[in-house]
């Protein structure tokens, strides 16, 4: 019998923990980045997890040889080196090689950017994520769903987990499933389930995997994704769910501020000042579009060209439109007055990364409004059925996760927010 | 044009703010949980997202028809009232209704406790999730997640997202799907990607949603449900993750005593004291069973026995099992010495909630493996390809969330501890 205290694990090392330590000898677990020459001395350039750490070996070195992609078990001395990055180097006494690779690199991870194209970089995945540009986009991306739970949880919303698998609704771009002797579907929002759970929690939130089977390969689509989602009982009107996204992203901004200075440097990401956010209705919009009330919905220059308004007028980064046409909008969105409905939009450096809306409450509504969309509401009878047995006034929100971190880094195409993207082409 | 500042959204309700409010008046929002008479006064219990709050209308009440089951604004003074949940009681000055039921619940949620069947209440879920002891159990959960988050957050892991479509590797009870033009099966196990992704950034976890076929009705299995998983590179030994699963398991309970105390009252849930964990070996295991040195792994009955033995010898509800043979552990598991494997599996309360283990970094062996127990190794390329160009020492460990919940509330079957379940029957 052994015993597990859980009083040993091991810590993470950080250039503030080097910092710290100038002077004494410290041990560092890396793999080797590259190697080359500084001065007289052997440049060795260490990557950790997350930094990228200046070394050069002693003169009296002692270890095995260095090979670069090798990961290695370093001793050496912090000295102050105001040229080196984070200002401090390592003088190497020796090295202990954990493990070797059985083949070269396939891409130049070691030159400053990555200059093979995105295609080859998806094919080799694993080591196109090695390039610190690369992976430094999934530092933040957890740092915007970190500061999206963490200002929910502070709100009193309970973070729940839905279904994936779902029957048929009728909807189109759906991924289909065989679920033992029953058809099936992948879904492709949690919100009927999430507006079901403001029944018991008042408050929810996911970050929800979704699915929509997207046949074109365009820059802003994924055929799986991440969707950050809420709905909040007893709002007074779509005003207050928009209220709430609002403090919501000013948090997301702040968290990654602080939690990712290293990333948004490397990146040169310049995070939105979110201060007041500009609303416009859809019929506003239009009139500064210079379009006519036909429309059902933006496209995607509309939105180009709203956030270049908003930010010539309003100095913001960010708008909203509001009360959109009922055509494009979720069967279960409230309608207002004039043939618009309770809904928004929130633009973002010219795209859309989220929408919302106040819903419908009353049960016979709400029924009445499935059936006119086409939605099979067999599929849907349970969450008719806690509308039957009562939900308080409640309205919801979603945002895209990679959509906004696209936007966020400037990147060019939504599959580099993507850990291991998938679309109509790749699978693995 | 209006402009949304993020200020002005609407706060939560809770016992400790009401208590601080006594003798002032509060407009809370709620549903109205039961009606009765208390004394000479209509007694009104009001339900929030979280706690059940007493009222008791004043003599001058005015407002609308208290029914069962509405959603109300109500006004009301915060009294002491020492008999009453959290010490306080609202005398109720007017109401205000918000939304009306269309039905009455299908089940007697207002009663202390849902005395339906388990089918029915499932059947229902939406209605039985309003009961305080149903809904109970997923505060909790949240706060395992939290737990674990942030936990791992702390100790610099990446929180990651990883797909759920796979290519079919020849697993078993995988359930598949067709994407576009090709066969695909959905995920068991985001393993495979934490692994690749310990090549980037070390160290790695994702609370993902994965899935089984399974062909039978047990208490213990679900068809959809959550696993909490990490993954860490650099380890020394199996003895690395065991010591952070220890430390973080250590936090959950913290973290659920902290935020959980008025849940963990309702349901009387015991929360472990987890101070050093045993751990025996799988051969020793055997010898404490009696049993013969023939059996490939621990059956229901084994695991119930050695908790049992854990807790009367070592004062622990938890045991760890070390050392499996090679047949039902995952085919990347390093080879200790003897025919036996680094990997084990932690038991609580006579259940296995996690196992994981220090896997194989080198390429040669990983591939050598994957073909001896039959994987088809072109649909794990890209993650053999990870190891190709390298991986330093790693390790991982996962554990199945809703049956540690299970193990924790004190809940007899797996889907009380799963919002919506999905088995071979249930798809709603």
Known sequence: ????????????????????????????????????????????LLRTGRYVIQSVCAKDFEGDTIT???????????????????????????????????????LRVSNRVLESTLETNLAHRSVSLRHPLARAVFRISDSVKHGFEEYLRNEGFVNVRTPEIIRPTGERNMLPLRYFDKDAVLSRSPQLYLQMSVGFFDRVFESAAVFRAEKHNSARHLCEYEELDLAMGYIRSLEDIMQLLTALLRHIAETVSRECKHETELLGTDLPQITDIPSVTFREALDILGKDSTQADLDPTDADRLCRYASEKYGSELIFVTHFPPDKRPFYIKDSTDGFTESFDLLFRGMKIASGGQNTHSYTELCAKAERSGINTKAIQPYLDAHKYGLPPHGSASMGLERFVMKLCGLENIREARLFPRDMHILD
Chains 1, 2 share one sequence.
Do not use: F, Q, W
Request: hydrophobic share 30%; glycine share 12%.
């Open 1 to 44: 019998m052994k015993s597990i205290s859980g009083n040993s694990t091991v810590k993470e090392i950080t250039p503030g923990g080097l910092k710290a330590s100038v002077g004494c000898e410290v041990e560092i677990n890396a793999c080797v980045h590259k190697t080359g020459r500084l001065g007289g001395a052997k440049l060795v």
């Open 68 to 106: 670069e992609g090798a990961y290695i078990c370093a001793r050496g001395i912090v000295k102050d080196e105001p040229r080196a990055p984070y200002g401090i180097e390592i003088e190497l006494k020796s090295t202990k090689t954990l493990s070797l690779p059985s083949s070269e690199y396939p």
